[in-house]
């Protein structure tokens, strides 16, 4: 079935770092992927989407790219901020199973002023 | 103009207790859900219910019910609670299933503590 891994965090950066945040899927044909972002007490917010192959989804100064070839969606930010502190999370729906989404293990992000 | 509401926020019970926790969702969509998010942020899905019947019911206790008495609407009820039951739930919706994903919007979460 299908699955995705995330790494695992947390991770700590200093304001104007680049961030990455690495998820790779496995999947049976090309489903669309998302991030989510989910700030501390609140519910998960949908943060950028791609629906196929080599798709950039951007938000918010944030970024990934649908790779088919590497089965790769990583989120990256050029220069992250005090209020990009959250826990970020990679999903993809799981297939033919009437929408659920697989979530990644989330990863906590810090950043410092 | 929330999308998708919760109540209560917040829900502190002795175990044995039997409680429930309503979600609504003003988007029109036609499939709602609920997560559980465990102490270490790990989510999983528990039901999904579209046009108020039920398509997924994952390995959960038989103490959990869910019950939609329309599209807008997914209660959860709990019965004889656990201290394991303790977590955060999230109640979500999206516009319909879709094979390939479809977003899903979330709910700002009930945090569940049985003491």
């Known amino acids: 079935g299908n699955s995705v891994t995330q790494m695992e965090g947390p991770v700590t950066l200093s304001e104007e770092a680049f961030l990455t945040i690495n998820c790779t899927y496995t999947?049976?044909?090309?489903?669309?992927l998302f991030w989510y972002v989910q700030y501390p007490g609140e519910g998960l917010q949908l943060l950028l989407k791609?629906?196929?192959?080599?798709d950039k989804g951007s938000n918010k100064g944030f970024e990934a790219t649908y790779r088919k070839e590497t089965t790769s969606f990583h989120l990256e930010k050029g220069s992250v901020q005090v209020s990009d502190s959250a826990v970020y999370f990679c999903?993809?729906?799981?297939?033919?199973?009437?929408?659920?989404?697989?979530f990644g293990q989330g990863t906590e992000l810090s950043v410092k002023p | 103009d929330t999308a998708v509401s919760q109540t209560p926020k917040y829900l502190v019970t002795q175990m044995g207790n039997d409680k429930s926790i309503k979600c609504e969702q003003n988007?029109?969509?036609?499939?709602m859900y609920w997560y559980k998010q465990d102490s270490k942020k790990f989510l999983k899905i528990m039901f999904s219910?579209?046009?108020?019947?039920?398509?997924i019911n994952e390995t959960v206790p038989n103490r959990f019910s869910p019950k939609s008495p329309d599209k807008a609407h997914l209660n959860l009820h709990i019965n004889s609670l656990e201290l394991g039951d303790s977590a955060v739930y999230f109640c979500?919706?999206?516009?319909?299933?879709?094979?390939?994903?479809?977003?899903?919007?979330f709910g700002p979460g009930t945090r569940l503590t049985v003491t």
């Open positions: 979500a919706s999206s516009q319909n299933v879709g094979t390939l994903g479809v977003e899903q919007y």
């Open positions: 791609a629906t196929k192959a080599d």
């Open positions: 999903a993809l729906p799981a297939y033919n199973q009437g929408g659920k989404l697989i």
């Open positions: 988007l029109g969509h036609d499939t």
């Open positions: 999947a049976t044909g090309y489903p669309s």
């Open positions: 219910y579209n046009n108020k019947e039920l398509i």
